[in-house]
């Protein structure tokens, strides 16, 4: 198993562009995230989905969407990129609510 | 909603040493307690986990423990080398509930440097 996939690994937007990240899993997992780490701080939950069909926010979902078409493929969306987006992107995903979290590695992005 | 608060940000150790990295969660409710491990530049790994029907859990070097009463759980390393360095999170949830009351809420880190 690849695991989870994400691309790209970096990217570099202009303020207003607009971007897909995506984000494929291989292990039939349900249960798929978007995280958005800071700097010196933590994890922190932007969009989520339960299944096929079903996305549903986070903690901070302003100015990013999401879908859910497939099992495996859950990509975000940013509309318009700002500064404050500037960040590192991981997507994961797991089995179950008692599962691990099985994270991707990654996407590096800069908003200038 | 659950919060997590995590101890120190920052910790320094001698190699051989031991490390204890501490955190407190609100919801009395949540019940899964994972530690995950992150090197700079790579992406967070699962290291260790604990549910609330256990106080404590080992391997190897690794050992995490949970006050339930207390609200609060810790990551003990013991004979850490200097591999150990990294960013390591605790997170917190409801392992039973489905919907956001299950998602995983993150501490804010702590950096842990080994010197040799």
């Known amino acids: 198993n690849a695991g989870v996939t994400q691309t790209p690994k970096f990217r570099i937007l202009k303020i207003g562009q607009s971007m897909t990240l995506q984000c494929a899993q291989d292990m039939n997992h349900n249960y798929m995230y978007w995280y958005r780490q800071d700097p010196g701080m933590g994890l922190k939950l932007i969009y989520y989905?339960?299944?096929?069909?079903?996305?549903d926010k986070g903690e901070v979902p302003n100015g990013y969407n999401v879908s859910r078409s497939t099992t495996e493929d859950f990509p975000l969306r940013l509309e318009l990129a700002a500064p404050s987006q500037t960040s590192v992107y991981f997507c994961a995903s797991r089995a179950g609510v008692d599962s691990p979290l099985h994270f991707g590695n990654g996407t590096r992005l800069t908003v200038t | 909603g659950e919060n997590v608060e995590q101890h120190p940000s920052t910790l320094s150790v001698q190699e051989g040493d031991s490390a204890v990295i501490k955190c407190t969660y609100s919801?009395?409710?949540?019940?899964?307690f994972p530690w995950y491990k992150q090197e700079l530049g790579k992406r967070p790994q699962l290291i260790i986990d604990?549910?609330?029907?256990?106080g404590e859990k080992k391997d190897q070097r690794i050992a995490v423990t949970l006050n339930k009463t207390a609200k609060h759980f810790s990551l003990h390393i013991t004979e850490t080398q200097p591999e150990d360095s990294a960013v390591y999170f605790c997170a917190a949830s409801r392992m039973n509930y489905g919907g956001s009351q299950g998602n995983l809420i993150f501490g804010k880190g702590t950096k842990l440097s080994v010197k040799p």
């Open positions: 604990i549910r609330s029907n256990v």
């Open positions: 989905s339960v299944g096929a069909g079903i996305t």
């Open positions: 919801d009395s409710a949540s019940n899964y």
